[in-house]
């Protein structure tokens, strides 16, 4: 189930694009944000909370691409807690929706969640409800009933994870203002219709308005690295080439599908 609630206008666009990661993008699923250190955490405060209540009202705060909720799922096992995950992203939620049928999402700014005070047993955040700010710590501590516990994973400011993550959102940010994505996808778009006959004028142009987003996109590792982004702007840059080199041996419903996904998702 999906609910909505309206952002506010100070919530800057990004975070629709930088949550963590997809099945097809995988970007964001790799690195610090999968140190065992953090899957032992989830794994103790789970097991205490079963312990405690075996069918817990779970809430996950800025929830990304559900690794909080899929500890949550690997603790409980075959009785599943009732779980909801709030996100801004809307991309977030209804990929969850898609990984996860039986989690309930929320669209909604996490400094003012549409919730009842108390009504959950367990509120958890990994590395998402602080870009909130301090209203949104404040507001998950609103919800937890009384009794119930409160699980919140912070970045250190300056330490490798903070780091990480702060170069990957400034890389996400220079590959949307660069248009890899859309300037892509009319390249293909000009490419399978140049295939079927169509004007190859237009194809070479689009191939021309797409080397600058190349460039930009080289400019992107050249600072932050090839790997940055959990290896999405290479792997993008990589796919991207390999696909248009050979473009008649692909089905143009696929990759522009699979561009429009990637679009969505990151921008």
């Not at 970007?27 to 250190?37: D, E, I, L, R, T």
């Not at 009202?57 to 990304?64: K, W, Y």
């Not at 399978?192 to 797409?210: D, H, I, K, P």
Request: with cysteine; glycine share 10%; aromatic share 8%.
């Amino acid at each position: 189930m999906k609910q909505s609630s309206s952002k506010p206008a100070d919530v800057p666009s990004s975070w629709d694009s930088y949550w963590q990661g997809s099945s097809d993008t995988a970007a964001f699923a790799s690195g610090g944000a999968q140190h065992p250190a953090l899957a032992g955490f989830w794994q103790d405060f789970f097991t205490a909370l079963r312990e405690r209540n075996p069918a817990p009202r779970i809430l996950d705060v800025a929830g990304g691409n559900g690794a909080v909720i899929r500890h949550a799922l690997a603790v409980f096992g075959d009785s599943p807690p009732a779980l909801t995950c709030v996100d801004i992203s809307a991309g977030a939620i209804d990929t969850l929706a898609e990984r996860f049928p039986g989690v309930t999402g929320i669209v909604s700014d996490a400094r003012k969640m549409p919730l009842a005070s108390a009504s959950f047993d367990a509120v958890t955040s990994q590395f998402g409800v602080e870009y909130a700010g301090v209203a949104a710590i404040s507001e998950a501590a609103r919800l937890v009933d009384e009794g119930g516990r409160l699980g919140l994973l912070l970045h250190h400011r300056g330490g490798g994870i903070h780091a990480e993550c702060t170069a990957s959102l400034a890389a996400v940010q220079r590959m949307q203002r660069a248009a890899f994505l859309p300037k892509a996808i009319r390249v293909f778009e000009a490419g399978f219709a140049a295939l079927r006959g169509g004007s190859r004028s237009t194809y070479e142009a689009a191939v021309q308005q797409m080397k600058p987003a190349f460039e930009a996109m080289e400019a992107i590792m050249a600072k932050h690295g090839r790997h940055v982004a959990g290896d999405s702007i290479l792997k993008l840059c990589t796919d991207v080439g390999h696909i248009h080199r050979r473009l008649q041996h692909y089905d143009p419903a696929e990759v522009l599908g699979w561009l429009r996904r990637m679009q969505r998702e990151l921008g």
